[in-house]
């Protein structure tokens, strides 16, 4: 099974700045099935980012996605106050199933 | 519009069994599958496993092989998971999505909380 890894597990940052997120997978995964999700509070995740770097429909261009094989970055170029939340990364795997990273919290420093 | 509701929390003993269902609208049915996942408290996601709408298939998490059965009623449009032998670690929000072409999981459920407790 794919492990996948996040770093950092926290970002503290302000408001107008370049957030980097981390995806790692404990072995090359499709660019094809790699997604970012955001999750808020009480809320279910939201799709951003799917194929490693097609915006989901509605999604602010400032979030964007990269990578391929085994690491994977999620960008938000600048901080708006509504994307402090947790960001997952997602992948489907040859054996049919999906695993998800921990998780990045953003939050404001 | 697309929209997946769920149905309402449940309370469960330890060892008994929960289904929660999953009414799809807006967009057909059978041309998607629905993933389960779910979120323990403070926790991350889980993947649990996903179903084909269009002929049943399905794919359990390897943790839940035996526990969990999904299952899809197309003259509703529901989508069910049923979780056997609860603990109280499976307490947690559960939540469907449809999954989508290149298995994107575009639209979710509000999710339901599922508490385990004697």
Redesign the interface.
């Known amino acids: 099974e794919i492990v996948l890894t996040q770093s950092p597990g926290t970002l503290s940052l302000s408001p107008g700045e370049r957030a980097t997120l981390s995806c790692r997978a404990s072995q090359s995964v499709s660019s094809s099935y790699l997604a970012w999700y955001q999750q808020k509070p009480g809320q279910a995740p939201r799709l951003l980012i799917y194929g490693a770097s097609s915006r989901a429909t509605g999604i602010p261009d400032r979030f964007s996605g990269s990578g391929s094989g085994t690491d994977f970055t999620l960008t938000i170029s600048r901080l708006e106050p509504e994307d402090f939340a947790v960001y997952y990364c997602q992948q489907y795997g040859s054996s049919g199933g999906f695993t998800f990273g921990p998780g990045t919290k953003v939050d404001i420093k | 519009q697309v929209q997946l509701v769920q149905s309402g929390a449940e309370v469960k003993k330890p060892g008994a069994s929960v289904k929660v269902s999953c009414k799809a609208s807006g967009y057909t049915f059978t041309s998607y599958g629905i ?1 389960w ?1 779910r979120q323990a408290p403070g926790q ?4 649990m ?2 179903i084909s709408a269009y002929n049943g298939n399905t ?1 359990y ?2 943790k839940l092989q035996g526990r969990v059965t999904m299952t899809t009623d197309t003259s509703t449009s529901t989508a069910y998971m049923e979780l056997r032998s609860l603990r109280s670690d499976d307490t947690a929000v559960y ?1 469907c999505a449809r999954v989508g072409q ?5 639209y ?4 339901t909380l599922v508490t385990v407790s004697s």
């Open positions: 993933s996942v991350g996601l889980e993947w496993g996903w794919n998490a390897q939540y290149q298995l994107v999981w575009g979710w459920g509000q999710g």
